[in-house]
C-alpha cells in the first residue's frame, strides 16, 4: 500500500498508509469592476492545501498510539520540508504540516486527514534535466521539450570560450520574454542566471547591475530558446525540474 515520505522518512515504518491522495490545485483570477466592463491581471497560483486520507495501523491500540507519536514528532517542523506521496513516485512538494484529525474505528486502528500547506503549490519533478549545449553559432538557437504541467523556472549558466565584452540577449520565443545581460568575461568564467529567483552572479558573485529585460521561463511542451551576442565559443547549460499543478 502507498504511504508518505516527509523530510527523508518513510511513515509506512510507522504504520501510516496513503487512503486518498488529493493531489489536485487551482489558480485565481481576481477581476476589477470598471464603469462599462471588468478587467483582470494574471492568474495567481494560491498556496496548495494537500488533505490526505490516512490510517495508522498497529498490532495493538499502545502500539498503534506510539506510532502516531512517533509520526508527529517527525511532523512537527516548523519550516518546509520535502513530502512525497507514494502513489506518485515521479514528483515532490516543499510542504508544512497543518494537521491530524481523525478517529478509532478498530481498538488498534487510526483513520483520520492528514494536512499539508504548500506556499509554493507546485509539484516538482525529482528527476532534474541538466543539459549543455555548445555555443557555435550566432544567434545559437536550442530547441527543448519540456514536461510537466506548469512552467518550469531554469538556472542557465553561460560559459564563456573566449574573452568576451558585449551584451548576451536569452530569448524564449514562444513567450517572447528576453533577457540581457551586459559586461565582460574572461576565458572559462561563468554568468549564473536563476531564473526562479531572478538573480545574476558572475563566478559567484552578485552581477545584476547589466540586467535587463525578463528572466525567462520554459513551458510544458516545446520551447525555442535562442542566444544571441554570446560569439560562437563557450556553452550554455540549462538546468531544471519539471513542475506539475
Excluded at 82 to 93: E, F, K, S
Aim: hydrophobic fraction near 40%; charged fraction near 15%.
Amino acid at each position: 500500500m502507498p504511504s508518505i515520505t516527509f523530510n527523508g522518512v518513510d511513515l509506512s515504518a510507522y504504520g501510516l498508509v496513503l487512503l486518498t491522495p488529493d493531489p489536485s490545485a487551482q489558480l485565481i483570477s481576481e477581476s476589477y469592476q470598471m464603469l462599462t466592463r471588468s478587467y483582470s491581471p494574471e492568474s495567481k497560483a494560491p498556496p496548495k492545501t494537500l488533505s490526505l486520507g490516512v490510517s495508522v495501523v498497529g498490532t495493538s491500540r499502545a502500539t498503534a498510539e506510539a506510532y502516531l507519536d512517533s509520526i508527529k514528532a517527525l511532523l512537527n517542523r516548523r519550516t518546509d520540508a520535502r513530502l512525497a506521496l507514494g502513489n506518485m513516485t515521479d514528483r515532490y512538494w516543499m510542504a508544512r504540516y497543518q494537521s491530524l484529525a481523525g478517529s478509532w474505528p478498530a481498538p488498534s486502528t487510526f483513520e483520520g486527514t492528514l494536512t499539508f500547506i504548500c506556499v509554493d503549490p507546485w509539484a516538482y519533478a525529482v528527476t532534474a534535466v541538466d543539459v549543455v549545449h555548445a555555443i557555435d553559432a550566432d544567434p545559437k538557437e536550442i530547441s527543448l521539450s519540456v514536461a510537466g504541467s506548469a512552467e518550469a523556472c531554469p538556472v542557465l549558466v553561460l560559459t564563456a570560450g573566449e574573452a568576451w565584452d558585449s551584451t548576451v540577449t536569452i530569448l524564449n520565443a514562444g513567450l517572447g520574454m528576453s533577457l540581457t545581460w551586459a559586461g565582460a568575461m574572461t576565458n572559462g568564467q561563468r554568468l549564473t542566471l536563476d531564473c526562479r529567483s531572478w538573480h545574476a552572479s558572475l563566478e559567484g558573485s552578485a552581477a545584476m547591475t547589466g540586467v535587463g529585460g525578463q528572466f525567462p521561463v520554459l513551458m510544458p511542451g516545446t520551447n525555442l530558446l535562442s542566444v544571441t551576442g554570446f560569439g560562437v565559443l563557450g556553452s550554455l547549460r540549462i538546468r531544471y525540474n519539471a513542475r506539475y499543478m
